[in-house]
């Protein structure tokens, strides 16, 4: 049970860190695009 338990926790830590990564990338493009559409 307690290596299931520690694979589980490694397989939700790297879904975490995957979400992260892609909400941080979807932030920039949506933040630079706004910065862009403010310079015009």
């Known amino acids: 049970r ?3 338990a520690g ?3 490694e397989g939700a830590v ?8 892609y909400v941080r990338a979807l932030a920039e ?3 630079s ?3 862009e559409q403010n310079g015009q």
Do not use: H, I, N
């Open 2 to 4: 307690r290596a299931m």
């Open 7 to 9: 694979r589980a926790l």
């Open 14 to 21: 790297v879904s975490t860190d995957r979400q992260r990564g």
């Open 29 to 31: 493009c949506v933040s």
């Open 33 to 35: 695009s706004r910065f």
